[in-house]
């Protein structure tokens, strides 16, 4: 059974439209008229249309932030990904920790990233959930009031590099240097920043799992199904990913099914500061990325050897390879 742990009224958040201006070397952005509600910021996330992916001005629905956060857990690197059902466009896909900026945080999008991490991304152990740091600064505990959070040994989080095209917010840029896409379909800005979180290495039989608010009636809900982690980790290799998917479960790693699979758009294409796409199929992105499906043992590999040489004798050449 599903364990709710916070309700929130949708109707107290508020977020602002910006105005947008790309060049090659650069984005800004300000806000532009009246605070609006959630329900409000749906309504004009509507498909918009630009000619040069380089250089252009527009005015979007809002501001969106993610987190490309690598998670070093055990000497290895990965990335975190979590499995959302996307109400207001009708799919389920894995994306990255994301959430809606709120208007009293646009100059800053950072902090929004780093309480979406707190909320989204939760490790617990045998003694309790784990608590959080960036750099000298505690992470929220949002569900404080029904979990039991250890302060005792927090994860880090630490920035890693920047993108290279700076992002400002008026005439401010923004620290940590976020990567930035204008997203068509939904009329939206959107920063990814890339984010390390080390597990203590005291942290043992470590379990992951993923919170979402959903939209129930007219409360948002934050639930957790222990049964449906939905929070699945890519492995890294110098850096760069490998075409796998497990979860994590008292310190054990279970390969997650890609059968299906589409990614959110942050994985799709990007062309200048566009982004056009909705999702990206797994095995499209793999290709993208020039990675190859990681291969299954198929029932012929896990034959034992005198079962192989009999299957030889009956069809030869079969059992080879």
Not at 202 to 225: C, T, Y
Request: aromatic content about 8%; some cysteine; proline content about 8%.
């Amino acid at each position: 059974m599903p364990r709710t742990l916070i309700r929130k009224n949708p109707s107290n958040f508020k977020t602002l439209p910006l105005y947008v201006e790309a060049t090659p070397e650069g984005l800004s952005y300000q806000s532009v008229g009246m605070p609006l509600n959630f329900s409000q910021t749906l309504q004009r996330r509507r498909p918009v249309t630009v000619t040069n992916p380089e250089h252009f001005a527009l005015e979007l629905a809002n501001l969106g932030v993610s987190v490309r956060l690598t998670l070093h857990w055990q000497g290895r690197d990965y990335w975190v990904l979590v499995r959302q059902r996307r109400q207001d466009r009708g799919d389920v896909v894995l994306k990255l920790i994301s959430g809606y900026v709120p208007a009293h945080e646009l100059n800053l999008p950072l902090h929004t990233a780093i309480q979406e991490i707190a909320e989204e991304c939760l490790l617990e152990t045998p003694e309790g959930w784990l608590g959080g740091r960036f750099n000298d600064t505690w992470l929220p505990a949002p569900y404080a009031s029904a979990l039991h959070y250890r302060e005792a040994m927090p994860f880090r989080l630490t920035p890693e590099s920047g993108a290279a095209r700076p992002v400002r917010c008026a005439n401010l840029p923004l620290i940590e240097r976020p990567r930035a896409y204008v997203h068509l379909p939904t009329a939206s800005l959107q920063l990814i920043y890339d984010l390390r979180l080390d597990v203590p290495k005291q942290a043992l039989s470590l379990s992951l799992f993923h919170v979402d608010e959903r939209l129930e009636g007219d409360q948002l809900v934050a639930r957790l199904d222990r049964k449906r982690p939905d929070l699945y980790l890519m492995p890294l290799e110098n850096g760069q990913p490998l075409p796998q998917l497990f979860t994590l479960k008292k310190d054990q790693l279970y390969p997650a099914s890609t059968r299906g699979l589409y990614l959110a758009e942050s994985f799709a294409r990007q062309e200048g500061w566009l982004v056009r796409d909705e999702r990206i199929r797994w095995k499209d992105w793999l290709v993208q990325q020039g990675l190859s499906p990681a291969q299954t043992p198929s029932g012929l590999s896990r034959l034992t050897g005198k079962a192989r040489q009999l299957l030889k004798k009956m069809v030869p050449g079969k059992a080879g390879g």
